[in-house]
């Protein structure tokens, strides 16, 4: 390759990473938006307790209950089409939340949840596809940009509705799906992949679940050996990271629901410097989604790495515990944490799935189980607290969430250690 073609093709791959990017700087900021804002809401559409709460968990149910449709959509239609509309209508979801009453308010926000829904199948599948050759690198990156956007609007959004109302607070945040979008085309515009191949064409696969060479109902090795390899779904590294993958949702969302309050609760810190000290947890998930790749590029085993993201999780839930007053530390850690064990769990799946259709499967299998139990965190994290009178009984329930997590990749890890 001549020293031109290798820079436009280094300049075409950061392209696609850029359009991957801003994609995830979309995968996560609509659903943290309402957060800074939510007592605002509330009061203008007169909201209950359990009104205003459906509108924080409904996406995070999008995530289990649409994922697997998500996954046949994008067999059939390829991921270029199903990222483009997932853009669409988060911008149309966004705007919907914000111009009337809780019913059309509700309507945008299922909309963001499914579109949402498609990304978070989507981006392993294209990492997997399009970066072969860096996908740690590559989704940390990924990882880091899903938790930069939380970041992002958890501390513009109430400046900004301070200025122009919730409302116009929250529609403007549609503008990263604008540029996303832009870019998006920009870097894959007329390129139709992941989906069925043409007729007469050498595609990877049917969207009917055959394979390129006319095998049905398998995967095929991408070594180019030709020879069938297991059904995604009866792979047991499948279900060990979709148990891994629900402990860490349980946990990231219970805690992402109640962190502020456990802070004023358990230091008398008082409820706006709690918020921002929350905050902590999403910050530095962008540090752990950069640290793993270049933790396994130091040749850093994958079942180490995972090890010491336990072990920084268990420190919130037993810090807060025995020691509240250190909770910058536990804060800090289990932030780095939760951002990493993302970036493992999807780095797996992304590297071991064997082709595009068991990537989707692998993904919808770990997403669908995983939401379901994250969507249920925040609830029985409530529930567990009014129960108990205090906040020790909770967090032992997310400390035993976390455990599980640790247990399952491990024995995931060893999976595939085994078949390799």
Known sequence: MTAARRVAADGARGLLL?????????LRAPITALAPVVDDVQADLGLSAAGVGLLTGVPVLCFAVATPLVAVLLARAGTTRVVTASLVTVLVGTVLRSVDGFGTALVGTVLIGVAITAGNVAVPVVIGRDFPSAVPRATGLYTAALNGGSVLT???????ASVVGWRWALVSWGGLAVVALVVWRRAYGGRVVGGPPARGGSGEEAAGGASADGRAGGDVDPSGSGLAVPDALRRPVTWLLAVSFAGQAFGYYAVSAWLPTVLHDGTGM???AAGGAAALFQLFGMVGGVGVPIALSRRVPMRVVSLAIAVGWVALPVGLVLAPSAWALWCVLAGVSQGGNFAVIFTVIAQTAGSQRAARRMSAAVQSFGYACGAAGPSVLGAVHVAAGGWRAPLFVVLGAILLM?????LALRSV????
């Not at 958890?154 to 900004?160: A, W």
């Not at 250690?417 to 390799?420: D, N």
């Open 417 to 420: 250690r085994r078949a390799a």
């Open 270 to 272: 008082d409820p706006t």
């Open 154 to 160: 958890t501390t513009l959004t109430e400046p900004l």
């Open 406 to 410: 640790a247990v399952a990749a491990q």
């Open 18 to 26: 850029a359009a991957v990017l801003l994609y995830a700087l979309n």
